[in-house]
């Protein structure tokens, strides 16, 4: 008998793949007829009941989007919270490269709120960069903390932050010689790692220092805080993106290394309290403040949204009443603006003053209370830029913090999931397989190049307007724009309520 030749091979294949593919056919046309019957009959979505099938596009297209427009549709200066000319500049300074830009500038200079320096007619003829002195903090405490970066790394826990992310921020900060805050997660090995030094923050839960049933644990306290490194405690009494509301840990998080470093059962939930169970009034606030700095002997203060300023009023009248060593040594004002790993969407943006009004109406209080010089002000919210710290240092800040900046260091590419355990770039998720793609050598040095060149250039803002360091700067270097598209001196729209501070 006669082997089948070609042909006969050539029709058998046709054949099967035609049956193949009318059976994928039929299966498709089952599955859409399924999903056609289930959404005409469900009654939770009016538009996939009204148009079965192909209302599902529009749930992709949504997400789809999301992509698009970041990479193909938004303009440079369209996006939030952060543009993409804002995140291609800490970028660009994160890797040490050319931040020069060429032909000209795409920022609106006339638009309503955008901030601009007043350059002198003879600056100084010197180099430019001029070394920030430094600002003793806590001049009543133990150790008194002197510290001349004016820009820090603002509260992120170990946990809302992955291991390496914390790790290269550690390292890096160290090499920059910024501070670093542990944020309310509790002092981690990897906030030691690289050596740099630490504000060990007192969130409402009391993580890292508490006992079994949430209060303050003087003991642990003082382990935490007898590391060389740990320069300061900072009691959280709120944030920016949340004020007023505690955090839900969910039990899934809370592995045996997080449970260890927080004080928490493994794998149960844990909710922080909206408040400080033991801070109900500002007598009770300078209570803590006073206790802590006893217990631990490092300068004492707290981070605060405000939403007006009567009960900083109040806590410098307490101030002067019980004696000027009371006060607290600092206080960290964070803006309304600020960010977080997850909050409600009400919260985020509809409770608080954001920091263009929160900051000059702390300083001004302090100023006109006469205790501007014992209470060191820090800020936060939104300050990615020379310019925005520059602004902030103008208005009366002695110390900016930035989180979200130096995510953007990190590689953080701004896909809105830090509440998920899925960020695509490792910095907050604890999934092993994300984390690889962070490396924390590489990052660690980004994170000292950003730090560095971005004081560097508000260096040369300063030096621009005649002064010889950043601290120097006075609202009168500083103008904004109006809503008629001219600009207004800060100084006029926040006058100095006292002689402006020397
Ligand atoms: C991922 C993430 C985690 C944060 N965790 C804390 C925290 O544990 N404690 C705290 O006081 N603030 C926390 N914050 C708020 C920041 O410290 C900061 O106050 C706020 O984001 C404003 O700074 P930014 O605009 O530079 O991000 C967190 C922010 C982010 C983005």
């Known amino acids: ?225 007898a590391h060389a490194q740990v320069k300061m405690v900072s009691i959280k009494l709120g944030q920016g993106a949340k004020p007023g509301l505690g955090g839900l840990l969910p039990g899934s998080k809370v592995t045996p290394e997080i449970a260890a470093i927080r004080g928490i059962p493994v794998g149960k939930d844990s909710q922080s309290p909206n408040r400080h169970t033991d801070i109900g009034n500002v007598s009770q606030l300078m209570d803590s403040i006073a206790h802590i700095r006893e217990v631990t002997g490092k300068p004492t203060g707290f981070k605060a949204v405000l939403g007006d300023v009567d009960w900083i009023r109040t806590l410098c009248d307490e101030v002067w009443a019980r004696g000027i060593e009371s006060a607290p040594d600092f206080i960290i004002v964070d803006g309304s603006e600020g960010g977080t790993g997850a909050a409600p969407q009400t919260l985020m943006e509809g409770v608080g003053l954001p920091l263009h009004e929160a900051l000059p109406a702390l300083v001004d209080t302090l100023l006109s209370k006469g205790l501007r010089e014992r209470i060191k002000v820090v800020c936060s919210g939104k300050c990615i830029t020379a310019y925005d710290v520059a602004w902030a240092l103008a208005m009366g800040a002695d110390f900016v913090n930035s989180a979200r900046g130096f995510m953007l260091s990190l590689g953080c590419i701004q896909s809105l999931q830090c509440n998920r355990n899925t960020c695509p770039t490792g910095i907050t998720t604890h999934d092993p397989k994300l984390q690889r793609g962070l490396v924390v050598m590489d990052k660690a040095d980004r994170v000292f190049h950003y730090a560095t060149n971005l004081m560097y250039e508000v260096g040369v803002i300063a030096h621009s307007c005649g002064v010889k360091e950043p601290r120097q700067l006075r609202r009168e270097h500083c103008r904004v724009v109006a809503n008629d598209g001219l600009s207004v001196s800060l100084g006029k729209l926040h006058p100095y309520p006292v002689r402006p501070p020397a």
């Open 1 to 225: 008998m006669e082997a089948p030749g070609f042909s006969h091979w050539l029709v058998m294949f046709v054949e099967i793949s035609a049956a193949v593919l009318l059976l994928l056919l039929a299966m498709i046309v089952l599955l859409l007829c399924v999903v056609w019957f289930v959404d005409r009959n469900q009654t939770a979505n009016a538009v996939l009941r009204n148009y079965p099938v192909i209302g599902h596009f529009r749930y992709g297209f949504l997400k789809l989007g999301e992509f698009f427009r970041q990479y193909l549709f938004a303009m440079d200066r369209e996006e939030m919270p952060f543009n993409r000319a804002e995140r291609t500049w800490v970028y660009r300074a994160a890797k040490n490269v050319d931040n020069t830009v060429a032909f000209g500038s795409t920022r609106d200079l006339r638009a309503e709120g955008v901030p601009f320096f007043v350059n002198a007619p003879f600056p100084e003829l010197a180099e430019a960069h001029v070394e920030p002195r430094p600002v003793t903090i806590g001049p009543y405490a133990r150790q008194p903390y002197s510290h001349a970066a004016f820009f820090n790394i603002s509260a992120m826990s170990f946990g809302a932050l992955s291991a390496p992310a914390v790790s290269a921020l550690s390292r890096g900060a160290a090499r920059a010689g910024i501070w670093m805050d542990t944020g309310e997660g509790g002092l981690a090995p990897y906030h030691l790692e690289g050596g740099c030094d630490i504000i060990f923050e007192i969130g409402t839960a009391k993580y890292g220092c508490r006992t079994a049933d949430g209060r303050l644990d003087d003991q642990r306290l003082k382990e935490n805080c």
